[in-house]
């Protein structure tokens, strides 16, 4: 029943060492998000793909990337992650935007030693 | 920049009692929506209730229900009956409708407790 899947749960990378997380979703739903959330504060937006197309929040660090390589899968790289990036990171999806609910995933957390 | 302001960090309630959680917003806008999460501790986030900024009646789910006072840019959530498993953040979002500036914008969050 699971509908969107972040892989995986908890991540601990070294600094600088590049890292990739995953999100799948089995909703067919045309957008994907990434947020970041830090302890005890409000999840920030890094990026949205709609279908194809990527948008990058203003703010997100260069060191964020993301790949969506088809519809059901969405990935975070962060190239060289800092003791600061060290965070909850959630992916969601939705059918659209405006009124549309974001399913949110479980959050993959990571740790960066 | 709109903005959302949930200026209870945290809120307890006895189980079967009301509690009401505060928020506020800020925007130029006036076509927009508004809504309520709850992300429970190591569980993942989900909806629990949503408003259309055009509507004028307030949205109910089950126990959950809305005030939606649009002149005072005021959206809280009343939880009625609260049950053990309503502990959790909830947090209040803020989506426009102009394209290109619909992210959702989460206020800080308001953590609440169920005291049995």
């Known amino acids: 029943d699971a509908m969107v899947i972040q892989n995986p749960r908890y991540q601990v990378t070294q600094f600088g060492k590049p890292v990739t997380l995953s999100c799948s979703q089995t909703l067919n739903h045309n957008v994907m998000y990434w947020y970041q959330q830090k302890s005890s504060q409000a999840p920030k937006l890094l990026f949205h793909?709609?279908?194809?197309?990527?948008?990058n929040e203003a703010d997100t660090p260069d060191n964020f990337q993301s790949r969506r390589p088809n519809t059901s899968f969405c990935f975070l790289d962060i190239r060289s992650p800092g003791l600061g990036d060290a965070a909850m990171y959630l992916c969601?999806?939705?059918?659209?935007?405006?009124?549309?609910?974001?399913?949110f995933g479980p959050g993959t957390r990571l740790t960066v030693t | 920049a709109q903005t959302v302001t949930q200026s209870q960090p945290e809120m307890s309630v006895q189980e079967a009692e009301t509690v009401t959680l505060s928020c506020t917003y800020d925007t130029s806008e006036s076509d927009y929506y508004l809504f309520w999460y709850k992300q429970p501790p190591s569980r993942q986030m989900i909806l629990v209730i949503r408003?259309?900024?055009?509507?004028?009646q307030n949205a109910t789910e089950n126990r959950f229900s809305v005030n939606f006072q649009k002149a005072a840019k005021s959206f809280s959530l009343k939880i009625s009956d609260s049950q053990l498993g309503d502990a959790a953040m909830y947090f209040c979002?803020?989506?426009?409708?102009?394209?290109?500036?619909?992210?959702?914008?989460f206020g800080q969050g308001t953590r609440l407790t169920i005291n049995p």
């Open positions: 793909y709609y279908d194809k197309d990527f948008n």
């Open positions: 969601a999806t939705s059918r659209g935007q405006g009124f549309y609910e974001q399913y």
């Open positions: 979002a803020y989506r426009g409708s102009i394209q290109g500036a619909q992210k959702l914008v």
């Open positions: 408003q259309e900024a055009y509507k004028q």
